[in-house]
């Protein structure tokens, strides 16, 4: 039997003999010189880390384009590095599942120092601070999803957490943004030395988000005599400090048990799914889809890898935007979102499946062909029209890939606004075009708003995804129930907040209320209301 870690991988051909493509870099060397000179810190050590992300670095390191390795960084679930990355020697077995049913496997092991900023880690804490010390350090990325870059709760006030770290100050940070700009301010007592903070996360302008966000606290700090006004300075000054834009696009969801299955079949031990107290999914392995995508905007102070030698694509900051546009207000997002929320009153449970669905499939293609193409923003480097038939005849469709609409459905109300109030907007703004002629992306609005009632389309309750604004938004739907003739979702539906954009006064909430008493009218009125708009 094989397991997965160091020692294990030097039996080359055993791992060779099942199809698994293993690292071509002396691991030892490598590691010695990280050590030394460290140039790339990750914070957040999750699945699309290690599937997507550390992968353009093995590539770098197998063809001698990279010397060193990565230093994963687990700022929220210490477990994961407990239980995912030391008992494997911080090593990933990466599973990428073609939509024919063919599973290309390989071994990533650029991640050679797997830590936690865990206070009671001594010497996690003293690592972290000695590679921010350090002027080889070049980049700090992150992907800890969106919610980890605010700084403040749904009244604008500043979080328990955060408030604590601002009276605190530096010496002892507990929330993520704290402790980066804690760790920026002892590089900055060091030497001034330059480096470059990269948000990889899938979230808009997450390097201005960033910024933001590291630059509020150092202020703060400032304000209550922990920091000096130069500390600002540098973090402001582009010489040294840079936050730029990225773009990331890649599914890697949870685990999936006929991965492991596959994997255990082939004699591979150890390859049970881990799901820890804060309810992170991993495994000694992860699933992913084949395509990716990752645009950065070029913009580092001192140097950075060859990624663009393994894939990324580095461009200006006007490019990325565009990219970022083209997939989340027409090629990608607005799709999942209507799958979403249409899949969870459907009683699906793949998102696969619901593109076997000729009326979900139809659903999805008019959003993104007849709708969204009209609209769209070319950025260039990737054409539009090529990138939405590779989402729908691929990327969707793959059988292999364990997506859920529940998961997709996770904080709708956060994306509504972009993932089609652009559009309306879009259509709003253009001579030649009419908010009022669009069909399918007022029907997956009203479709979220018959999602919010909780109840499916053969009339059992469900439990809805977790959402920032799921009691506001039920309670505005309180009390509406299957066969009611007459219900108010103006509330919803005028709420610039959500849209960006007051429905009506495009002349289009009438239409949803429509739409949606259409929806209510009993079980299976769901279906036959899909049925009737797109076909």
Known sequence: MLKLNRESIENKSAWEAIGVELPEFDYN????????????VHFGAGNIFRGFIANTNQKLLDTGKADTGIVAVESFDFEVMDKVYEPYDNL?????????????????????????????????????????????????????????????DASGNYMTVIQKDIENGPESPLHTMSIITSLAYRRYQKGKFPMTFVSMDNCSHNGD?????????????????????GFINYLEDENKITFPLSMIDKITPRPSETVKEVLCNEGIEDMDVIITSKNSYMAPFVNAEVSEYLVIED??????????????IFTDRETVNKVETMKVTTCLNPLHTALAVSGCLLGHTLIAD??????????????????GLKVVVDPGIVNPKAFLDEVVNERFANPFIPDTPQRIATDTSQK?????????????????????????IPLAIATWCRYLLGVDDNGKEF????????????????GIKLGDTTADISGI????????????????????EGMFMEMIKGTGAVRSTLQKYVG
Do not use: C
């Open 29 to 40: 060397t490598v590691l010695h010189k990280t050590k030394e000179e460290p140039k790339w």
């Open 493 to 512: 539906l005028s709420n610039k907040k959500i849209f960006g954009i007051d429905l009506y006064e495009v002349n289009l909430g009438k239409k949803i």
């Open 209 to 229: 988000k960033l910024k933001q966000a590291v630059i509020t606290i150092a202020k703060e700090w400032l304000g209550k005599g922990f920091v000096e006004e």
């Open 354 to 371: 619901e593109m076997k669905d000729e009326t979900l499939k139809k659903f999805v293609t008019t959003i993104g062909y007849e709708e």
């Open 463 to 478: 439990v809805l995804s977790p959402d920032p604004l799921i009691e506001d938004l039920q309670a505005l739907v309180e």
């Open 416 to 440: 509504m606004g972009i993932r089609f109030g652009e559009t309306i907007k879009s259509y709003a703004k253009r001579d030649d075009l009419n908010p009022e002629d669009l069909v399918a």
């Open 92 to 152: 990933t077995l990466l599973v990428l599942m073609n939509a024919n049913g063919d599973f290309n496997k390989k071994v990533i092991g650029s991640i050679v120092e797997g830590i936690t900023t865990d206070k009671s880690r001594t010497s996690d804490n003293e690592r972290l601070v000695s590679i921010f010390e350090n002027p080889s350090l070049q980049m700090v990325s992150f992907t800890i999803t969106e919610k980890g870059y605010s700084l403040t």
């Open 299 to 312: 913009k580092f102070t001192n140097g950075r890898p060859m990624l663009e030698e393994a894939g990324i």
